[in-house]
């Protein structure tokens, strides 16, 4: 019963797609960091990550450089 409950709450964790659309060449190293950190390997790639508040701060940091897509 506490599996299923568990299972249902894995399944219905939102997600949020951001998408990394400027290069981060002229940017600070803090800024690289919190990029590859998110899991960006390249230009206008797109990742679906869990939405979380730090997440979220991650996005907050370099929108500059990401993008929340709909």
Avoid: C, W
Avoid at 6 to 15: F, G, P, Q, S, V
Avoid at 36 to 59: A, C, H, W, Y
């Amino acid at each position: 019963m506490a599996q299923k409950k568990a299972a249902k709450k894995a399944a219905a964790k939102a997600t949020i797609q951001v998408q990394y659309y400027r290069s981060m060449i002229q940017a600070p190293v803090k800024h690289k960091k919190v990029v590859k950190g998110l899991g960006f390997t390249r230009l206008n790639q797109i990742v679906e990550r869990e939405d979380t508040p730090s997440i979220r701060g991650m996005v907050k940091t370099v929108p500059h450089l990401v993008r929340i897509v709909e």
